[in-house]
């Protein structure tokens, strides 16, 4: 299993927000926002692993700017880090009307996949990922802390073993 580079499995999508997206008051629904980011992030994810994904968890969601009726969004997914069975995809979102004008970033979450087999459906292990740009080196280096705590949330991680959050902090 080769190790693959970062823009081998980059994602984008592009949807436009319909009347039926919206919430009375105009504004596109924060589950339709996720369902789309769910899905661009598991195509990057399968496009990384060349398998089926599922997802695992997904980390903070916060609508920081209002996405409009008629709004054309892009969603951009990457892979940050790839684990043993799972990988941790960023997915970030983008608005526009539809002359292209009043672009803005309205979104950002990192989603959590496991790779699973086709006929069994358990978990296989997926393709280590080679970080070239700086940007994708420091999303890699920090992906780790991000995992730790989500151990930590989930039950599965004691915080006393959470080596790379108590490195993190006693370097600040």
Not at 24 to 51: Q, S, T, Y
Request: with cysteine.
């Amino acid at each position: 299993m080769r190790e693959k580079k970062v823009v081998e499995s980059k994602t984008t999508m592009t949807e436009m927000i319909m009347p039926n997206d919206t919430n009375p008051l105009g504004n596109l629904m924060g589950g339709n926002l996720l369902r789309w980011m769910d899905i661009v992030g598991g195509v990057c994810a399968g496009k990384h692993c060349e398998a089926h994904v599922v997802t695992a968890s997904v980390d903070h969601v916060s609508f920081q700017n209002p996405i409009h009726l008629g709004d054309v969004i892009t969603l951009e997914a990457t892979v940050t880090r790839a684990f043993n069975t799972s990988l941790e995809v960023f997915v970030e979102v983008f608005a526009a009307n539809v002359k292209g004008g009043n672009n803005r970033r309205c979104n950002d979450a990192y989603f959590t996949f496991v790779a699973v087999h086709d006929d069994t459906r358990k978990p296989i292990k997926v393709p280590k990922l080679l970080a070239l740009t700086r940007e994708e080196e420091k999303l890699y280096e920090s992906a780790l802390r991000r995992r730790e705590l989500r151990l930590i949330l989930s039950g599965r991680l004691k915080p006393a073993e959470a080596t790379e959050i108590k490195t993190y902090f006693a370097e600040q």
